[in-house]
């Protein structure tokens, strides 16, 4: 079944997205292939809208066809925009009893469903996206969830490439939160005036357990960081577990990519779900 909200009363003006993107990507090799299907029997799935202060936000979202209420989990995307292997990982959720909702976070810049160019994605979209802003999304998320069956006392989220740079940062800042899960989320880069800290600054701010799950042959992710970022939290009496798949490079979970590593892949993904069981979501 698809879900459907009604945002009559919410302008869209500056939203350049008002729809998901259908299909995976443009911006990456696609191996046909291997990519993961996941059935909606038995869910509750489909596109819907958050209401934000300025409009609305598309999103994914699936769930048990059921009475809730369901733990909640929040699914930060990669670059590339709320497509299909995002919504995926969201029916993969609903599979295992979680009410999983996926923001278009970038909704209001860019049209990701037709650009092909992932250093143009990153210069042009994410880098402008003042993280305030997507953290203002992402707690807004979680009050939609918590209005549309979700349990407010069992809340987590997942992240992906960029979208684990914010599960860290949304884990640093949000209080509602019983669990994370980064998957080779960067730690440190550049800053800016609209993107001021990296989860390294922020890391003794945590408030609630934080899984990393990284590939050890990513170029892309300094491993010093990323133990350094552990260390300072651990530090602070935080709950930090950082996992390095030897074999794994960066993306290894994205089953539409070349990057992908199945027995990786599965391995963390066991791990994601077994980190939101122990603290309490699910």
């Known amino acids: 079944m698809t879900v459907n909200e009604s945002v009559s009363s ?17 911006a990456t090799t696609r191996v046909e292939a291997q990519v993961i299907h996941t059935d909606s029997a038995g869910l ?11 409009g609305a936000l598309p999103a994914y979202v699936a769930r048990p066809d059921g009475v809730g209420p369901f733990p909640i989990v929040v699914v930060i995307e990669e670059i590339f925009g709320v497509h299909d292997y995002i ?9 295992r009893g979680y009410l999983a909702v996926a923001p278009e976070l970038y909704a209001r810049l860019a049209d990701l469903s037709t650009m092909t160019d992932a250093q ?3 210069r042009n979209v994410i880098l402008k996206a003042p993280d305030a802003t997507v ?7 979680i009050d939609w969830a918590i209005a549309h069956q979700g349990d407010a006392a069992r809340i987590g989220t997942i992240g992906f490439c960029r979208g684990g740079r914010d599960a860290w940062l949304f884990a640093e800042t949000e209080h509602r939160l019983r669990a994370a899960v980064a998957f080779y989320g960067p730690v440190a880069g ?4 609209i993107q001021p800290r990296n989860p390294i600054d922020m890391a003794t701010e945590l408030n609630c357990p934080l899984l990393g799950l990284y590939g050890g042959k990513d170029p892309s992710i300094a491993k010093h960081d990323v133990l350094t970022a552990e260390a300072r939290a651990k530090a602070a009496g935080k709950t930090v577990e950082i996992v390095y798949f030897p074999d794994a490079g960066h993306g290894f979970h994205a089953d539409y990519r070349p990057s992908y590593n199945r027995a990786d892949a599965e391995a963390a993904w066991a791990r994601a779900i077994a980190w939101l069981q122990h603290y309490g979501v699910g």
């Open 10 to 26: 919410f302008s869209r003006r500056g939203f350049v997205m008002t729809s998901l993107i259908s299909g995976l990507t443009l």
């Open 44 to 54: 509750m799935a489909g596109e819907t809208k958050i209401p934000v202060s300025d």
């Open 87 to 95: 919504k995926d990982v969201c029916r993969r959720l609903a599979k």
């Open 120 to 122: 143009l994605i990153m």
């Open 135 to 141: 953290l203002s999304d992402l707690s807004t998320t």
């Open 190 to 193: 550049p800053t800016s005036a």
